[in-house]
């Protein structure tokens, strides 16, 4: 799901369980350990005692941005009790991979988890996760992207501190003698920087997800699909899930949502976006659809436009990216994403994909098919407001950037600290 570094993924039957969110390729067998032991390459859970649960680690994807593949290559999952817990601290429980697996982590979209291994752990509540990557060595390549403009696997440079582990803030409780179901979603999109001399930077952006597999379904046209369709669930202008549509059968899958309600954004090459309104998530198990195969989704076809610049840091700090979104406001005042990723190296972006057609939108009903009718955003037809973030300093706004008659170049944003 949903939609660019790492994601862990669980089924409800599952104590913990880790995905990734990126892209990758590779094998290998999920290996199975004791707290602290080594993979055995099996996925028979140990046994649970009185004091103990079990932590059973899957992935799962969302989609990536201009990459074919995003390689990365697992070597162990740790978990501890306490969020401040140092390295080399007493403590540690593990799923150690023997041997370490590179994993495709665009093949995992739509829902798709690959199990890791599994662990008994000591019974209580977690505060900290790490996953830790096997590094680019010699002329191995652990790491790796492949960009769709040249069809080349090309080394991802991994920084020390992420191959020691990326540390993963959670709050998760293990029961003794039961399963429980936690999902981490790595956010490829945002987790692959380009950087300015050349190259690409892993930067891992992670956040956690529901274990049980509730969500929102649906199928788009084949005609719609075939360029790449990205549906994400979006509250208030918040991208919470993201996933790429099937190109060979249209269908879209956006598990592993809290349960309340989403707008659903449809955004595809060539085409107008697709909003539909207050999507409900139920909080037990099971999918809402907002479409069928019979009845896809499609949309009308639309000039699309480039939105670039440059966001700069004041004061600058090296280990903050800033973060841009392009936003439309549209029926009863919703503020939805269209597109949005990180600046590369420098703060320069170039954003594009960018529909000049209004977008279409559809008011959720269980009667399908959805009848979806033009609206015209706050900003106006090909109008965006361009919305510039990161940690640490104030939001930052253009507007509106109208693209109605070609692309905008220039629209730059400097962000200060509050």
């Known amino acids: 799901m949903k939609s660019t570094f790492i994601r862990l993924g669980t089924a409800s039957t599952v104590l ?19 707290p602290g032991g080594s993979g055995n390459g099996t996925t028979t859970p140990p046994a649970l005692g009185g004091t103990s649960g079990t932590l059973n680690v899957s992935l799962t994807d969302a989609p990536a941005c201009g990459f074919d593949a995003v390689n990365v290559t697992i070597s162990k999952v740790r978990v501890h009790q306490n969020a401040s817990a140092a390295d080399a601290d007493a403590g540690w429980s593990e799923v150690v991979l023997a041997p370490p697996r590179k994993i495709n982590l665009l093949n995992l979209t739509n829902g798709k988890l690959d199990p890791l291994g599994s662990t008994a752990v000591p019974a209580g509540r977690y505060n900290q996760v790490r996953l830790v990557l096997d590094p680019n060595t010699g002329a191995g390549m652990a790491n790796t992207v492949t960009p769709t403009a040249t069809k080349a696997e090309t080394t991802l440079e991994t920084p020390s501190a992420i191959q020691s582990g990326v540390k993963i803030a959670s709050n998760f409780e293990v029961v003794a003698g039961q399963a429980y179901g936690l999902v981490l979603d790595f956010d490829a999109c945002r987790s692959v920087i380009t950087k300015a001399t050349g190259g690409y930077l892993l930067a891992p952006v992670v956040t956690v997800v529901p274990g049980t597999a509730n969500g929102i ?24 899930g993201s996933t ?75 280990t903050v990216t800033p973060f841009v979104k392009m936003m439309q406001t549209i029926s009863g005042g919703r503020n939805v994403v269209i597109q949005a990723r990180d ?24 009667s399908l098919p959805l009848t979806f009718g033009p609206v015209t955003p706050v900003q106006g037809v090909g109008g965006y407001r361009v919305d510039a973030l990161a940690t640490g300093y104030a939001t930052k706004s253009v507007t509106v950037v109208d693209v109605a008659a070609g692309d905008k170049a220039n629209v730059d944003l400097q962000l200060t600290t509050p």
């Open 16 to 34: 913990a369980a880790l995905a990734l969110t990126a892209c990758g390729g590779g094998g290998g067998n999920p290996g199975t350990n004791r």
């Open 217 to 240: 379904t649906g199928y788009v046209s084949t005609t719609f699909a075939r360029d790449g369709v990205v549906v994400s669930a979006q509250q208030n202008g918040n991208v919470i």
């Open 343 to 366: 600046t590369g190296s420098g703060g320069s972006y170039a954003i594009n994909a960018l529909p000049v057609a209004a977008p279409q939108y559809a008011n959720y009903g269980a």
């Open 244 to 318: 790429i549509a099937d190109s060979a059968t249209g269908a879209f899958s956006l598990s592993r949502l809290n349960p309340g309600a989403y707008d659903v954004v449809l955004v595809g090459t060539g085409h107008a976006a697709a909003v539909i309104g207050a999507v409900p998530v139920a909080s037990t198990s099971g999918t809402t659809a907002v479409s069928t195969a019979a009845a896809p989704i499609d949309m009308p076809a639309s000039l699309m436009r480039t939105i670039s610049g440059t966001v700069t840091l004041l004061p600058a700090k090296a």
